[in-house]
Nanobody, 127 residues
Framework: QVQLVESGGGLVQAGGSLRLSCAAS????????MGWFRQAPGKEREFVAA????????YYVDSVKGRFTISRDNAKNTMYLQMNTLKPEDTAVYYC????????????????????WGQGTQVTVSS
């Protein structure tokens, strides 16, 4: 069992920045590929980014490339999402998730491939 807790969400103006954190407890954090997803009202949960066990490999959805950076600190059992140049369309509840899977993006873009989820943190970007 892995428990995930997100933090760092909030209200920010367009063009601003936020850093989300995902703190993990339970089983060995470094054994899991980690991902960030988001869900806006009335929309399906959307893949945002994923990071391999060591942090050496990352992948982003096209809409956030160059603006968001995913990272992890296995010594602190924590994953991060640095979000810069935020846009109103980034407004959503952001979720972190853990998967005991190979780092295969075709799989990791799918929410049902993840084993554990956090409760989510709201990000609101005003125009």
């Amino acid at each position: 069992q892995v428990q995930l807790v997100e933090s760092g969400g909030g209200l920010v103006q367009a063009g601003g920045s936020l850093r989300l954190s995902c703190a993990a407890s339970g089983r060995t954090f470094a054994n899991y590929v980690m991902g960030w997803f988001r869900q806006a009202p009335g929309k399906e949960r959307e893949f945002v980014a994923a990071i391999s066990w060591s942090g050496g490999s990352t992948y982003y959805v096209d809409s956030v490339k160059g603006r968001f950076t995913i990272s992890r600190d296995n010594a602190k059992n924590t994953m991060y999402l640095q979000m810069n140049t935020l846009k109103p369309e980034d407004t959503a509840v952001y979720y972190c998730a853990a998967a005991r899977r190979p780092f295969n993006i075709a799989i990791l873009m799918l929410p049902y491939e993840y084993d554990y989820w956090g409760q989510g943190t709201q990000v609101t970007v005003s125009s």
